[in-house]
């Protein structure tokens, strides 16, 4: 049967309300336009449950600086062209990535991690994973985007991010 639950703010006109349960899957309803009220099924009225308005998160790490490092610590490294190989991110009780690139003049290529155990059966659970996730990039530093986004209600803690990349100094040759 039906149930309404009230939240403590205004839910956006025809927007998703996520209802995650206690094992961490989630339940999808549709508020009613401009109220507090979102519908689900079943009866969750002894449950344990988080509940809120889907959004989608997005990062954008911006362009990879080189740094050498120096008794003192790190310095930016003197200008030149660099080009971007791999990109990788580590990641920490993360179950979705979705990594966009994209390079001047070119199509978008599209990346996804989904934690590898997505879920459990017999302990009827929802695992989160720890780890690192690569992905191709192969173009100009300069001329690459790079962009991260969830749109589920599952969390993306992302740790650290490091690129392998090809350096050379202005002036110096290719080899």
């Keep these: 049967f039906p149930v309404t639950i009230i939240l403590p703010y205004i839910i956006d006109t025809n927007k998703t309300v996520a209802l995650v349960d206690a094992n961490g899957f989630a339940y999808y309803a549709t508020a009613y336009p401009a109220t507090n009220q979102a519908t689900f099924r079943g009866d969750w009225s002894s449950a344990s449950y988080l509940i809120g308005q889907l959004y989608t998160f997005t990062f954008n790490p911006g362009e990879p600086i080189l740094k050498s490092p120096t008794q003192g610590g790190f310095v930016v490294a003197p200008t030149g062209p660099m080009k971007v190989r791999r990109g990788r991110i580590r990641y920490k009780d993360t179950r979705i990535l979705d990594v966009?690139?994209?390079?001047?003049?070119?199509?978008?290529?599209?990346?996804?991690?989904?934690?590898p155990d997505v879920s459990n059966t017999l302990t009827n659970s929802v695992a989160l994973d720890d780890g690192e996730f690569s992905f191709p990039v192969s173009g100009q530093a300069?001329?690459?985007?790079?962009?991260?986004?969830?749109?589920?209600?599952?969390?993306s803690n992302i740790v650290s991010m490091s690129y392998l990349i090809n350096y050379k100094p202005k002036g110096a040759p290719w080899r």
């Design 142 to 155: 300069d001329n690459s985007v790079i962009t991260i986004t969830n749109n589920t209600p599952y969390p």
């Design 100 to 115: 966009a690139v994209t390079m001047d003049n070119r199509d978008t290529f599209n990346y996804q991690f989904v934690s």
